[in-house]
């Protein structure tokens, strides 16, 4: 009898067990599983295949997932001469936070990616009220192009450049407060000879956008720094 029941319990413990492994064996792969097939090469290239929450739109910014999936209201149209961006409804119209997304898109190294943000970002600026609707915005606005300044790559880095001065002839004054954010990464840039120059147009242009108060707080982080006034 006791063979029996030493048998039977063996059997009954058996299944236990079997199940138990495959409740528990397969949660800790499948997080891994879900992740690894994510960053093929070909993925990469193919916008339809990018998952927003996938590995690449991490290494990048999320920019080409929203551009995948339609979120971007403006497209590249190829010119023989010039690319021009079209939008599907006037930018006037747009919720103006696509601001965000456009200068989230100014890290990305992939066309049309590139052209759509640049483009995309310089001409909702020019939209009519453009001033009193970037303005709420700045607070959000200055970590993400503060990150395209931050960025090793240099055009990543002439592109956030690009857009700052951009946003601060449409705000003006609005932005010095977030100025000293950003300084610090362009400090860094005028002690390389490829982008002195630029640097420094970049800095006269944003004390002149700035007024008065900007050149304080420009010299504050950098010294060297010679006002366009003097």
């Not at 927003?52 to 339609?70: D, H, L, Q, W």
């Not at 200055?142 to 951009?166: I, M, T, W, Y």
């Amino acid at each position: 009898g006791n063979n029996v029941l030493r048998m039977s319990s063996g059997i009954r413990t058996k299944p236990k067990t079997a199940v138990q492994k495959s409740k528990t064996s397969p949660l800790p792969r499948s997080p891994e599983s879900a992740v690894k097939p994510q960053p093929k090469p070909s993925d990469k290239l193919n916008p339809k295949t990018i998952d927003p929450f996938g590995a690449y739109s991490e290494r990048s910014s999320a920019f080409a997932a929203v551009y995948a999936k339609g979120g971007i209201p403006c497209r590249l149209m190829h010119g023989s001469v010039k690319h021009k961006l079209r939008w599907e409804c006037p930018p006037e119209t747009v919720p103006f936070d696509l601001l965000l997304t456009l200068a989230e898109g100014l890290r990305e190294t992939k066309h049309p990616y590139t052209f759509v943000s640049i483009e995309g970002f310089k001409e909702l600026l020019m939209v009519e009220g453009a001033s009193e609707k970037a303005i709420p915005l700045l607070p959000r606005l200055v970590p993400v192009l503060k990150a395209a300044l931050a960025h090793s790559d240099d055009e990543v880095f002439g592109r956030g450049l690009d857009a700052l001065v951009q946003l601060s002839a449409v705000v003006g004054p609005a932005l010095n407060d977030h100025l000293k954010h950003l300084l610090t990464n362009l400090s860094r840039r005028l002690m390389d000879k490829k982008f002195k120059e630029k640097t420094t147009i970049a800095l006269q242009k944003l004390e002149q956008y700035g007024g008065k108060a900007s050149l304080a707080i420009i010299k504050s982080k950098i010294p060297t720094y010679c006002s366009v006034a003097s």
